[in-house]
């Protein structure tokens, strides 16, 4: 099967909203015969795609899968650039190693790797990230600013407000950031933002910004370890999340953000970023590699990094830490 033709035809059915579309007419556009294009359609069926055939009229696509792929994600997409080249498969081990070769082998910015599930996803120093099939977006966001490699983290605070707005406009529940990568809904994770970095010495030559999010799982999906400390959209909403429409939302606002913030820095991003945080004007102990700082926290600099101030009167920078609350 020629992929191509078979994402364009899911478009297409998509598209059509429940009108039938011309058997013949799809042949005649992609210079292929009917019987070839009644093979997509019926691979379209074991995937899920539920389509009707209509004498005389054509196919009818009457309901389709819950899935992450590229024609799914494709009729929600308002973007110029992020999105428009979508790497989907259905199971792999992590999106982000694909997402690094794909940076090697020239890959466009805005680039997406996006699965079902990953059976070794990863987070923050190279812990375990739980990505159960079907019920998550898990993907991996390929960003090619013109910024130097010292800026690059920051882009996990852009990221999680874009990811913060897109949760809030889609699935009208409001989120809250944790200083630097983690949204919470009522104090429990829902999304985790990895930043990983491929550089020149002076240039960022990509950024790969991992996004997980808990959209669907139920409690007993996640295992016991973690089960007090995270949580689904769906687990507060009581709502089942359309993910590719997330999906699309969360790249919307990550490529205006993204193009606000090579233009202007982190400066206009920051009062928004102020307005969702759960870790400013609180007392918080940030956790280092090395040492551990216990404190208010009192706002971060235009550069995204934390202010915390020790009860001795010293303010300290945090760059990266562990926060508890
Ligand atoms: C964290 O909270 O520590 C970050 C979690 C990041 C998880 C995402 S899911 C998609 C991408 N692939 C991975 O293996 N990790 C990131």
């Excluded at 309901?63 to 790497?87: C, E, M, V, W």
């Excluded at 694909?98 to 996803?121: F, K, R």
């Excluded at 605070?157 to 989120?175: F, S």
């Excluded at 919470?184 to 550089?199: D, F, R, S, V």
Aim: with cysteine; proline share 4%; aromatic share 6%.
């Amino acid at each position: 099967m020629n992929p191509t033709v078979k994402y364009e035809i899911t478009k297409r059915l998509l598209a059509a909203n429940g009108q039938p579309i011309s058997g013949q007419q799809l042949a005649d556009d992609f210079g292929l015969s009917r019987t070839a294009i009644w093979k997509h359609i019926k691979e379209l069926e074991t995937e899920g795609f539920e389509i009707d055939t209509v004498k005389k009229k054509g196919y009818v696509l009457t309901s389709s899968p819950d899935s992450l792929q590229a024609a799914k994600i494709d009729q929600y997409l308002t973007t110029k650039r992020f999105g428009r080249n979508i790497h989907y498969q259905v199971t792999c081990p992590s999106t982000q190693p694909i997402a690094h070769q794909l940076v090697q082998a020239g890959a466009p910015d805005g680039s997406v790797v996006i699965c079902e599930e990953q059976t070794a996803g990863r987070g923050r120093l190279a812990r375990a990230w739980t990505s159960t099939q079907g019920k998550g977006i898990w993907m991996s966001v390929i960003i090619r600013p013109e910024i130097p490699p010292t800026k690059a983290p920051q882009f996990t605070l852009v990221a999680a407000v874009a990811v913060t707005r897109a949760i809030e406009e889609v699935c009208q529940v409001r989120t809250e950031i944790k200083w630097p990568n983690d949204l919470l809904i009522n104090g429990k994770k829902c999304t985790g933002i990895l930043t990983e970095l491929q550089a020149d010495i002076d240039r960022v030559q990509a950024i790969i910004l991992g996004i997980g999010v808990n959209a669907n799982q139920h409690l007993s999906d996640f295992p016991q370890e973690i089960q007090s400390i995270a949580t689904s959209i769906q687990m507060v909403t009581g709502q089942p999340v359309d993910r590719a429409q997330l999906v699309a939302r969360i790249l919307h606002h990550l490529e205006i953000y993204t193009d606000l913030y090579v233009k202007h820095g982190f400066e206009p991003l920051k009062i928004l970023w102020e307005s969702y945080s759960c870790t400013l004007g609180k007392r918080i102990k940030a956790i280092m590699i090395h040492q551990t700082i216990e404190g208010m926290a009192l706002g971060i600099t235009n550069e995204g990094v934390l202010q915390v101030k020790t009860d001795d009167g010293q303010i300290h920078g945090i760059y990266s830490a562990d926060i508890e609350i």
